[in-house]
Structures are given as C-alpha cells and as structure tokens.
C-alpha cells in the first residue's frame, strides 16, 4: 500500500469511529466487533518497514511503546464512554468530553513517540501507525461489547453505566 493510501485509509477509520463516537449508537451484540480492527491489522502488518532494520532493538521499544499506548488509549476510550439503557431494553453508546481527552492524549504520545524516534534516527513504518490504531479499536470494541453485555443482563433501570452516570437519556448532550 502506498503512503498516501496508508494516510487515507488512517483518515477514514479515524472520522469513521469519531463520527460514529460523538452519536449515541446501538450497542448491537452482533459479535463482529473485533471485525474492522483485524482488518486494519492485516494491512499493517502487510506494510513494509515495520522494523528499522538498522535500529532494530529501538524499532522494537517504539513498536512496543506504539502498541501500549494504543492498549491504553482503548481501555480509557471505553472506560469513559457512556452506555445505557432505554425503556425498551436496547443498550446504546455514546463517547464523552473525557473521550475526546483521551482521543487528544493518545494522540499527543503518539506524536510524541515519532518525534523521538526520528530523533534517535529510528524509521517507523506507515503499519505501526495502523497496528497501534486496530489495537485501540480491537481494546475500545471489545470492552465496550464486555459493558454492554453486563448492561443488557443486568436488571433494567433505565440508567446509566459508566462515565456520566445519572439517569441521562441519549438525547442529553455529552
């Protein structure tokens, strides 16, 4: 894939899962979750130049650094998204001011991350970038499907569970 593909594709999962965050959405149960986050992995891992060949231990640790802060930033972008009920059972999701922050931080470590390594004269390929982004979906998607689950076999209140709680409908603005 070229770089200009490889950014494209980046930019359009990034506006897909931000557009579909900031609107309350379905949590379905559907089981195919992991679905969009094993695809963008594939194509990361079909990129060439993963590693830096002639920093290879470096390109390791920032690989490494990549992939943590894409596990972290998933279960934060999880943790602080809102999930409820409404009175007719169905289970919805919504992101929160406290996601953006998360989405802002990740990004910031990320950007710091490269700075570094191009600094230390380590090459990271295009694939770490997507390697680390289907890690936080592949974390985001599955906590959230985890929570959602609980909410739907939990006895219904009609509430809130997590970030935010307090009886909010989806109509309330985050």
Not at 18 to 37: E, H, M, N
Not at 52 to 59: G, I, K, M, P, Q
Not at 112 to 121: E, N, R
Request: net charge positive.
């Amino acid at each position: 894939m070229s770089g200009l593909t490889t950014v494209l594709v980046v930019i359009a999962v990034v506006a897909l899962v931000v557009i579909r965050q900031i609107k309350p959405q379905r949590a379905t149960g559907d089981g195919r979750w992991w679905l969009v986050p094993a695809v963008l992995a594939f194509l990361a891992l079909r990129e060439p130049g993963l590693m830096d060949a002639h920093h290879y231990t470096a390109s390791v640790f920032f690989l490494a650094a990549d992939l943590l802060t894409g596990i972290i930033m998933g279960i934060a972008w999880a943790w602080t998204s809102r999930i409820w009920t409404e009175p007719d059972g169905s289970v919805w999701v919504r992101g929160t001011k406290a996601t953006a922050g998360v989405w802002i931080v990740g990004i910031l470590v990320r950007v710091g991350l490269v700075a570094l390594a191009a600094l230390m004269g380590v090459h990271q390929g295009r694939g770490a970038l997507m390697l680390a982004l289907a890690f936080s979906l592949l974390v985001r998607s599955g906590l959230l499907a985890w929570r959602a689950q609980l909410v739907r076999t939990a006895p219904s209140k009609g509430g809130v569970h997590g970030a935010g709680a307090g009886g909010a409908s989806r109509k309330d603005p985050v």
